[in-house]
Nanobody
Framework: QVQLVESGGGLVQAGGSLRLSCVSS????????VGWFRQAPGKEREFVAG???????THYADSVKGRFTISRDNANTVYLQMILLKPEDTAIYYC?????????WGQGTQVSVSS
């Protein structure tokens, strides 16, 4: 099980920006595909963005394309830059790490966007 710790959530007005971070102590973190899901109240967890182990390929949900950017450093952190935030982006955002068919999750960070 990979340990993941998210940070950077908070309350922001519509149109604002936030940057989420997810840090792992896993030595081989750079071998994992990583990314973000989110879960709004009363809704199922949904995919937001993902990035391959080498950072060469990214994927986004249609609802966030053009507004969110996922990136990772060469060590142990993955980021989610969010701009032009909308009230419907309000959710708990979870970081994940996936390799060899296994997936690990962070504890989540709350993002709230007011109108």
């Amino acid at each position: 099980q990979v340990q993941l710790v998210e940070s950077g959530g908070g309350l922001v007005q519509a149109g604002g920006s936030l940057r989420l971070s997810c840090v792992s102590s896993e030595r081989t973190f750079n071998r994992y595909a990583v990314g973000w899901f989110r879960q709004a109240p009363g809704k199922e967890r949904e995919f937001v963005a993902g990035i391959t182990y080498n950072g060469e390929t990214t994927h986004y949900a249609d609802s966030v394309k053009g507004r969110f950017t996922i990136s990772r450093d060469n060590a142990n952190t993955v980021y989610l830059q969010m701009i032009l935030l909308k009230p419907e982006d309000t959710a708990i955002y979870y970081c994940y790490a996936r390799a060899l068919g296994r997936i690990s999750w962070g504890q989540g960070t709350q993002v709230s966007v007011s109108s």
